[in-house]
Nanobody
Framework: QVQLVESGGGLVQAGGSLRLSCAAS????????MGWFRQAPGKERDFVAA????????LYADSVKGRFTLSRDNAKNTVYLQMNSLKPEDTAVYYC?????????????????WGQGTQVTVSS
């Protein structure tokens, strides 16, 4: 059972930056992807970004392209979501996800493992 531990959320002013981290307890298959989703109050959980572990291929939601960068540290089984130029509409609980997926996908049901979530609040 893979466990995901998230960190790095918080409160920031619009235009500011935050970096989220997600450490996985294990990674045993080459076809593996990790990513982030977010959920604002009263809304569905939306895809943010994902990365394929084997080659670092990334996928981003249109709403965060050019502002967010997802990267990985192989040795630490950790992914990092660098969030720049934050906007109030980025406010949400951010969830780390992992799954045995050959190609990163926006579909949350493809990810088998989820973290508990970390709050990101962007004030205007």
């Amino acid at each position: 059972q893979v466990q995901l531990v998230e960190s790095g959320g918080g409160l920031v002013q619009a235009g500011g930056s935050l970096r989220l981290s997600c450490a996985a307890s294990e990674r045993t298959f080459s076809s593996y992807a990790m990513g982030w989703f977010r959920q604002a109050p009263g809304k569905e959980r939306d895809f943010v970004a994902a990365i394929r572990w084997s080659d670092g291929n990334t996928l981003y939601a249109d709403s965060v392209k050019g502002r967010f960068t997802l990267s990985r540290d192989n040795a630490k089984n950790t992914v990092y979501l660098q969030m720049n130029s934050l906007k109030p509409e980025d406010t949400a609980v951010y969830y780390c996800a992992a799954g045995y997926i050959d190609i990163p996908t926006v579909n949350p049901s493809a990810y088998q493992y989820w973290g508990q979530g970390t709050q990101v609040t962007v004030s205007s």
